[in-house]
């Protein structure tokens, strides 16, 4: 009952996922005030989720033939397919793009302009393919645990498997929260005592110089804030089943057919389908920009303030 339940719950979330992801990376890319260095980032947050989503999605409705076609397509079945190779991998990417953003943010905000020197789409992108390649890489070691045999994934005997486990918390999980933790939090002392204020060039003298300083800075905070709640998210529906996780690999007794198991992999699923609605309750941006692809068009200079806010 409560496995049917979760693959339920899991089917709706791929749909809703597939859906406002979908939407956010149609607005990115549709709008132009929305092509800034944060929103490549946020883009690529909602392209890995929606590929996420996909995958739950498919996984609920695309069994695991009996028995495994021979060849080629039985040995990837296994090692892709049986393992959620697939499905962890851009779990992984997910993960590790968050702490991108994360450090997108501090520089921004912090060390506004040394962001202004560091900051380019070249680097960007360099960046964002990294976390690809790192969060599959990272991901590679699930295909080793089932192997192909007689119409069959097998379950392989991989030495020190719990030592894997550990390791896979915390390169996937601890490290990744505690970045954002400590990042977030200097942020914030930042924000709070005034040393993140964005102060004009000399190319922006001029009477309106302190408030367009002033309009900048209110959309970093935005911005700030919105992506503070996805991170805060993304530990809440992660922790339950990552601390699962890790107490079975130093030797706690648990099960993973209980309905609390069930229900910590659905949390994390979850996290798949949110950062949209995130991002249509928060983010002003994305708000505009809504409104502008639906056919309501903001003033200029609120679009232009957006903006700049952004870089």
Not at 17 to 46: D, E, P, S, W, Y
Not at 190 to 208: M, N
Request: charged share 15%.
């Amino acid at each position: 009952m409560a496995e049917q339940a979760a693959l339920a719950f899991q089917a709706v979330v791929g749909i809703v996922g597939i859906c406002g992801n979908g939407l956010v990376c149609g607005v990115i890319a549709k709008v132009r005030f929305m092509h800034t260095l944060t929103n490549a980032f946020i883009f690529n947050q909602a392209l890995v989720d929606l590929i996420g989503s996909l995958v739950i999605l498919l996984q609920r409705f695309v069994p695991i033939p009996d028995p495994i076609p021979p060849g080629a397509i039985g040995v990837l079945l296994c090692a892709l397919w049986a393992t959620k190779f697939l499905q962890w991998g851009p779990f992984t990417v997910s993960t590790f793009n968050l702490i991108a953003l994360t450090l997108e943010r501090y520089l921004a905000i912090v060390f506004p302009f040394r962001y202004q020197t560091l900051a380019s789409r070249k680097k960007a992108t360099a960046v964002l393919v990294g976390m690809w390649v790192a969060g599959f890489l990272f991901s590679v070691y699930s295909i080793y645990f089932r192997y192909y045999e007689d119409g069959e994934c097998v379950p392989n005997q991989v030495a020190h498997p719990r030592v894997i486990g550990v390791c896979v918390f915390f390169v996937k999980f601890f490290l990744p929260v505690s970045v954002m933790l400590v990042v977030y939090g200097h942020i914030m002392v930042v924000l709070k005592k005034g040393t993140g204020r964005i102060q004009p060039g000399p190319a922006a003298a001029g009477p309106s110089t302190e408030g367009q300083g002033e309009s900048l800075m209110r959309a970093r905070r935005n911005t700030f804030k919105t992506l503070l709640i996805v991170c805060v998210a993304f530990i809440i529906c992660w922790s339950p089943d990552q601390i699962f996780f890790f107490l079975f690999n130093i030797g706690v007794e648990v099960d993973f057919n209980s309905p609390v198991s069930y229900l910590f992999v659905g949390m994390v699923s979850l996290n798949c389908c949110l950062n949209p609605f995130i991002y249509a309750i928060k983010y002003k941006q994305f708000q505009k920009a809504l409104k502008v692809v639906f056919g309501k068009r903001g003033d200029r200079a609120s679009v232009a303030t957006l903006s700049t806010g952004q870089n």
